[in-house]
């Protein structure tokens, strides 16, 4: 399971970790988005399992189905 990095605004990298804009809650314009080099990734301002899974609608790539 991974995101599609090319949908993100803002995207920063740092100490390993990427942050940017959540595609859930972006228009508050903040970088509430990580993602950790194992792939995980939360809102750092919405820990709501259903957000999560907004996230992942909006940008996940299914590997299955990845090209």
């Not at 599609?4 to 859930?24: E, F, N, S, W």
């Not at 609608?57 to 090209?67: E, T, V």
């Amino acid at each position: 399971m991974s995101l599609d990095l090319t949908k993100l605004i803002g995207v920063q990298r740092y100490h390993g970790k990427i942050t940017a804009m959540c595609p859930v809650c972006q228009e508050q314009s903040r970088s509430h988005l990580v993602v950790f080099p194992d792939g995980k990734f939360g809102c750092v301002v919405n820990s709501d399992p259903q957000h999560r899974k907004e996230i992942w609608r909006l940008i996940g790539i299914d590997s299955k189905n990845a090209p």
